[in-house]
């Protein structure tokens, strides 16, 4: 019996909340723990609560499950606080990318969302640093990699961002014919730009099957290719990338848009050209396909709320997850050393990268902590354009941020690829400043 | 008397020859030595030799003059080899241009010249090893940056790169009203991007002088201005990264195309608003201009060589230049330490960078060599946006370069912020390699 206190923020998203319910109900070690769901969403706070709740009934879990809007709340005496916070949700970044179209940059120019995410985490890494100064911060909402090297810059917080993106490697394994059981691998990076850097099955390089596949069958699968518009990871964009730079991009590393590889997102004929029949993940389509799933899933969430008769575990069914978040809080509690895919400063792990830059790799997680485990180099070029490209972009974003400098965030903008001049990185920026949802911006910069 | 051996590889520009003989002839420590004239043009060669062995005559200066179309000769038993060679001359470079316009990029994209350059820079370095060992390389040449980057990374050669950009401090100095003679200044960077991070007059700080005239006297220079069409020094794009980067540009910085600033070149029109109304150095305007004057000048040498009734020293006046190659040889020979603007591996001097990044700071001179002198980081986002992407251009060229590898090729037109997409980038590539004077760099990237 535990009596750690585990904090969500942004619980209101079921998906993600029902996930890590799911581990921390099965985790032994975790037994007696408080989850805390904090979200400002009341309505939808009650949903994930009340889920949860006859959730951990029909499998007779004990833990204490709380609720509350206030993160004051959350935060006191929290052992952990995961923060998958979304600020302003999808609609704002909707109304934002009608405004960048109009500017010329098809599919928008993140910028509200961004901005407004920083906000939040630094402030709960704040208020950590007064309410539980001992408690772990694990990240889970985006943008994890400016985030996170943001508030191990600013903060005294203990922090780890986490993603499932490395998983995507054993979707290569599968795509290519192998058993995803038995392949090992690694891919290190900074979130969201994370290279196979080495892919074994049974023990044995597999990256010649990787080349075989390409030459032999890669054609073929991209004919007869039916997947989901969200699928890319292993489209021509994919293997052109691996051509280029030495190393196949792994999950959704392929699909980033615009800081490198701009050039597969030109327009949305580009887009279906290297990605697939629909454009890829980032177009209209991919998008639209993409929100409609979190839309369903709403829905979904709120009859199965209403209805009580039906079990909950008949939609969330009870075994572990693939999130690495529960499992990584027991490493920490209970001492059980394993190692996860982590977000951390990089401490000399990835070569050719300053030390409190937050870079993706393994880490080895235990009750000493987290420590990364070094990595090496990347390939040259990898690192000199795919790589330096994002922490480029991130140090850039994070200027603008601290400096709340009018000029540093047109800076910003000016360097985007797809800026092509002067007055458009004027006017974009102005356009959105002048959105109501970004008021508190404005009187940001300066 | 000494007997130190001065090599200039590529003399045949009158013009840098002469300013060098100007030096060489006027410095007492330096009598007796040999200065050695190579040029693989024999014609330009026979020019500049009897043109200089003149102007030795007038001033009765002791020197011994040869000269020599073999490179081998002028190594063997250099102290100095100065290098200020440029491959193929400018004609390649316009051929080039009209092959980058067609393809979308104004004014061409840089190409052959910059690889031949490289090629040339590192033999010369490796001739270097084996013959004079102990010499110093002062590099002249462009591109100094990527130039000395390179040799010092791939040979044990000393190498110092020159430039005179940093004068512009003074130039700055006299637009704004004060006397050049009584300021002193700082201006570090990288080879044609520098920054003033100190600027005093009469040892008090100057830097709100140039507030002031920004704000009372800017918009008058800029209506009245009437200069050459090469200087943009001043200009609106000038002050405009002044306030984006917090410190003022000096020299050719402002200049710069298509690296960083690349807002100002967007277009003719966009240069006209920015440098000057002739579109400043790099317009059709400027460039034909700058190249007239090189004609000219070519012209007025070779009058001057058929008339020897004409002293030489009515053409170029037997005072010091402001050129620092031969003030540096007298500062290794005969231990005069000074502080000059040198091009050297950066050891620290610059915050931010790697060691191995030749930076343009001060350096001292003397019998012990040349030792930069620390300066410390320049603002935040001037090292991440500005200097950070002339390092990436440099570090994206060189890995083309040394990895002889094509698609390291295609990835740095594609990193180019003009490039529009990856068909464009191809096309660009494929004609550029097929000019027949680039042949040799169709066999070097397979």
Chains 1, 2 share one sequence.
């Not at 090297?149 to 054993?170: F, Q, S, W």
């Not at 290519?176 to 038995?182: R, V």
């Not at 701009?262 to 993409?290: C, E, I, P, R, V």
């Not at 880490?363 to 690192?383: A, D, E, W």
Request: proline content about 4%.
């Amino acid at each position: 019996m535990t009596d750690v206190k585990i904090s969500i923020i942004g619980a209101g998203s079921a998906q993600f909340s029902m996930s890590l319910m799911r581990d921390v109900c099965l985790k032994e070690g975790l037994k007696g723990s408080t989850v805390c769901f904090m979200d400002v969403d009341k309505g939808r706070l009650d949903i994930v609560h009340g889920l949860a709740t006859r959730f951990m009934g029909e499998l007779k879990a004990n833990l204490n499950l709380v609720k509350t809007v206030e993160r004051e709340e959350a935060l006191k005496d929290a052992d952990f606080v995961i923060n998958t916070a979304l600020v302003g949700g999808h609609s704002n970044a909707e109304t934002e990318r009608e405004v960048g179209e109009k500017h010329g940059y098809p599919r928008g120019i993140g910028f509200g969302g961004y901005f407004h995410q920083l906000k939040l985490m630094l402030s709960v890494a704040r208020d950590m640093e007064d309410t539980c100064p001992d408690a772990w911060l694990i990240q889970a909402g985006n943008p994890v990699f400016d985030g996170c090297t943001l508030m191990t810059r600013e903060t005294k917080t203990k922090v780890i961002g986490l993603c499932h993106g490395h998983h995507g490697a054993y979707h290569i394994a599968s795509v290519i014919g192998l058993d995803p059981s038995k392949v090992t691998f690694q891919a290190p990076g900074v979130n969201h730009c994370i290279w196979l850097t080495d892919f074994r099955h049974n023990g044995e390089d597999a990256y010649p099957l990787i080349d075989e596949w390409i030459e032999k069958k890669a054609e073929e699968y991209w004919r007869t290719w039916d997947g989901s518009p969200l699928d890319g990871e292993m489209s021509r964009a994919a293997v052109n990338l691996y051509r280029i730079f030495e190393r196949f991009p792994v999950g959704d590393t392929v699909q980033q848009n615009p800081t490198f590889s701009w050039w597969y997102h030109a327009d949305d004929q580009t887009m279906k050209k290297w990605f697939n029949k629909y454009g890829g993940f980032l177009s209209k389509t991919g998008w639209d396909y993409y929100l409609e799933g979190l839309s369903k899933h709403i829905d979904r969430m709120n009859q199965l709320y209403k209805d009580p008769s039906t079990p909950v575990s008949s939609e969330f069914s009870p075994k572990a997850s693939n999130e690495q978040h529960i499992p990584i809080i027991d490493a920490l509690v209970n001492d059980n050393e394993a190692k996860y895919q982590v977000n951390v400063p990089n401490r000399g792990a990835l070569t050719g990268f300053a030390d409190d830059v937050v870079v993706e790799v393994p880490g080895i997680v235990s009750g000493r902590g987290v420590q990364p485990v070094h990595v090496g180099p990347l390939p040259k070029r990898l690192t000199l354009q795919i790589l330096g490209t994002c922490v480029q972009r991130m140090e850039l974003g994070l200027e603008a941020f601290l400096s709340q400098d009018k000029e540093a965030l047109l800076n910003m903008i000016l360097w985007n690829h797809r800026t092509r001049s002067y007055e458009q990185a004027e006017k974009v920026m102005e356009d959105l400043l002048a959105l109501p949802f970004n008021e508190d911006l404005k009187a940001h910069f300066r």
